[in-house]
């Protein structure tokens, strides 16, 4: 399993926006071979993180360089200030 967290900070009045486009999004990321799930993560503190799932890395990298990934972040990073901060993780025990 492929795992990415990303940092975000979404802008002042798009919360409800972000979070509609997060489950709208997660449709068409759906289509996408390796896709387990997407979800959005708040802290109790307000700070939000992204939580991306895939199969492999290669497949989450293959999805990556497609035109309809591009679409997506373009529309994603319209909502944030700033760029997501990304970190990536393999699950290496159960």
């Given at each position: 399993m492929f795992i990415v967290t990303a940092e975000i900070q979404i802008k002042k009045?798009?919360?409800a926006e972000f979070k509609d486009w997060i489950g709208k999004s997660n449709a068409e990321l759906a289509k996408f071979d390796g896709f387990v799930r997407r979800r959005l993560l708040e802290s109790?503190?307000?700070k939000h993180v992204i939580l991306i799932e895939f199969e492999t890395k290669?497949?989450?990298e293959s999805m990556h360089k497609t035109q309809e990934h591009f679409q997506i972040q373009?529309?994603?990073h319209s909502y944030m200030d700033g760029p997501p901060?990304?970190?990536f993780y393999e699950v290496v025990s159960q």
């Open positions: 009045g798009s919360e109790r503190t307000g290669e497949q989450f373009s529309k994603g901060k990304p970190t």
